[in-house]
């Protein structure tokens, strides 16, 4: 019986390899990719038995790698595509639209995606402990699915991090781990824990699996838009792995025959305080040269991106800019979103719409033309950014005349 997942391959030099918990090629050192049958899948798939899956990422089960059914995240994705007019009329854009991944279940991010498909991969390779490194919302994510799917868990993040996300682990009772330094400190760490301990981690042994769950937002903006492309996409840029697969998404519905052509500029967005990405493309090199995260955005603060000469590329190929913003323009960027369409974003979610406001004030972004902007997280998640930034509720007596009084100073 012929099987979907042929196997993984290596992005570089091309190496075949089984469908096991393996991530970094042993020849060359490239990145592992999961390897389809999409001839078979061609076969099976339509947009037909996609409107009639159910109402979550996994009516798109044909092109995520696992080989039976979902046996974690059973209701993330499918979260709400909203046409942000507000927003829209305040930036000079008739069809700008918001990927509101605030709202996903669990936890409040687009890793539910990721680790919905990595935690039901991890269980059918046999693992029953899982882990990853992190800069929030994946520990977040991996505690809750891994005590919903029943593993026992590990999630190592830098020592400090934004306290709602450190409580966002901790009520789930993992194992957690705080590391005395950024993320790329943590992830080193993890990367020798991980040679030692048979685990799964989401984000290194089972990453070309993780990984690929990010597809679904780029699955899930194309449904919404009738089978198409929007004309742009406005991506947070971390470790490069969500831009790459929302890329890789819209390749594989052409490459189906799911949708006519892909016309999509993709952009990518960054923090001035963490731009190795952001930086390459102004300064047109081929290659990222890793800096020290220094910025109120620390859940894109990944300082040596795994995937950023990829995002690097496919940004490049696509007619797409990479920007970046300042630590004020983030906060002035979340205040714009929740002010406009009544959607509290965490601090990736105002880069998003800090480098969207930007493009669209260089005219890079058109009036007439869609885009799309992919916000990633909660605000609830990272208050301590703007709790200094909101202003102060008013203070009165119980009292009518107390109210009038203080309104006439308004």
């Given at each position: 019986?012929?099987?979907?997942?042929?196997?993984?391959?290596?992005?570089?030099?091309?190496?075949?390899?089984?469908?096991?918990?393996?991530?970094?090629?042993?020849?060359?050192?490239?990145?592992?990719?999961?390897?389809?049958?999409?001839?078979?899948?061609?076969?099976?798939?339509?947009?037909?038995?996609?409107?009639?899956?159910?109402?979550?990422?996994?009516?798109?089960?044909?092109?995520?790698?696992?080989?039976?059914?979902?046996?974690?995240g059973l209701n993330a994705g499918y979260t709400p595509m909203i046409h942000a007019k507000?927003?829209?009329?305040?930036?000079?854009?008739?069809?700008?639209?918001?990927?509101?991944?605030?709202?996903?279940?669990?936890?409040?991010?687009?890793?539910?995606?990721?680790?919905?498909?990595?935690?039901?991969?991890?269980?059918?390779?046999?693992?029953?402990?899982?882990?990853?490194?992190?800069?929030?919302?994946?520990?977040?994510?991996?505690?809750?699915?891994?005590?919903?799917?029943?593993?026992?868990?590990?999630?190592?993040?830098?020592?400090?991090?934004?306290?709602?996300?450190?409580?966002?682990?901790?009520?789930?009772?993992?194992?957690?781990?705080?590391?005395?330094?950024?993320?790329?400190?943590?992830?080193?760490?993890?990367?020798?824990?991980?040679?030692?301990?048979?685990?799964?981690?989401?984000?290194?042994?089972?990453?070309?699996?993780?990984?690929?769950?990010?597809?679904?937002?780029?699955?899930?903006?194309?449904?919404?838009?009738?089978?198409?492309?929007?004309?742009?996409?406005?991506?947070?840029?971390?470790?490069?792995?969500?831009?790459?697969?929302i890329s890789k998404g819209f390749g594989e519905f052409e490459q189906l025959g799911l949708?006519?052509?892909?016309?999509?500029?993709?952009?990518?967005?960054?923090?001035?305080?963490?731009?190795?990405?952001?930086?390459?493309?102004?300064?047109?090199?081929?290659?990222?040269?890793?800096?020290?995260?220094?910025?109120?955005?620390?859940?894109?603060?990944?300082?040596?991106?795994?995937?950023?000469?990829?995002?690097?590329?496919?940004?490049?190929?696509?007619?797409?800019?990479?920007?970046?913003?300042?630590?004020?323009?983030?906060?002035?960027?979340?205040?714009?979103?929740?002010?406009?369409?009544?959607?509290?974003?965490?601090?990736?979610?105002?880069?998003?719409?800090?480098?969207?406001?930007?493009?669209?004030?260089?005219?890079?972004?058109?009036?007439?033309?869609?885009?799309?902007?992919?916000?990633?997280?909660?605000?609830?998640?990272?208050?301590?950014?703007?709790?200094?930034?909101?202003?102060?509720p008013w203070h009165i007596q119980p009292n009518l005349k107390s109210f009038q009084d203080?309104?006439?100073?308004?």
């Amino acid at each position: 019986m012929m099987k979907k997942i042929k196997g993984l391959f290596c992005k570089e030099c091309k190496k075949e390899y089984p469908a096991e918990a393996l991530h970094v090629c042993e020849f060359c050192f490239g990145p592992l990719e999961v390897a389809y049958n999409y001839d078979l899948i061609k076969s099976e798939i339509s947009r037909e038995k996609i409107t009639q899956g159910p109402k979550s990422l996994w009516r798109y089960i044909d092109l995520l790698p696992i080989e039976g059914g979902p046996t974690a995240g059973l209701n993330a994705g499918y979260t709400p595509m909203i046409h942000a007019k507000n927003l829209g009329a305040a930036l000079g854009l008739d069809y700008l639209y918001l990927k509101n991944d605030t709202v996903n279940c669990l936890t409040l991010s687009f890793k539910d995606r990721v680790v919905a498909v990595a935690l039901t991969r991890a269980k059918e390779l046999g693992f029953d402990t899982v882990a990853c490194a992190s800069t929030g919302n994946l520990a977040n994510s991996v505690a809750a699915h891994a005590a919903e799917a029943g593993f026992r868990c590990f999630v190592f993040i830098p020592s400090d991090l934004e306290s709602g996300k450190i409580l966002g682990n901790l009520i789930y009772k993992p194992n957690v781990v705080g590391v005395q330094g950024t993320y790329d400190d943590v992830n080193r760490l993890c990367s020798e824990i991980a040679g030692e301990y048979p685990w799964a981690f989401v984000n290194i042994n089972i990453r070309p699996y993780y990984s690929e769950g990010s597809k679904t937002m780029a699955y899930e903006t194309m449904e919404y838009f009738n089978w198409s492309t929007p004309d742009h996409v406005v991506v947070p840029i971390a470790s490069g792995s969500l831009l790459t697969k929302i890329s890789k998404g819209f390749g594989e519905f052409e490459q189906l025959g799911l949708i006519s052509g892909c016309k999509t500029q993709i952009h990518g967005a960054q923090a001035e305080g963490c731009n190795p990405v952001a930086s390459a493309f102004k300064e047109k090199r081929d290659f990222i040269r890793p800096v020290k995260p220094k910025t109120v955005a620390k859940s894109l603060a990944i300082g040596n991106p795994a995937d950023g000469f990829y995002a690097l590329r496919i940004v490049r190929e696509s007619g797409g800019i990479i920007d970046e913003v300042t630590d004020d323009e983030i906060i002035d960027g979340m205040k714009l979103l929740a002010e406009t369409q009544g959607i509290f974003t965490e601090t990736a979610g105002g880069v998003t719409v800090a480098v969207l406001k930007k493009l669209a004030e260089r005219g890079i972004l058109k009036k007439g033309e869609s885009t799309v902007a992919y916000i990633t997280g909660n605000g609830l998640k990272t208050q301590e950014a703007v709790s200094q930034k909101v202003g102060k509720p008013w203070h009165i007596q119980p009292n009518l005349k107390s109210f009038q009084d203080t309104l006439k100073k308004v």
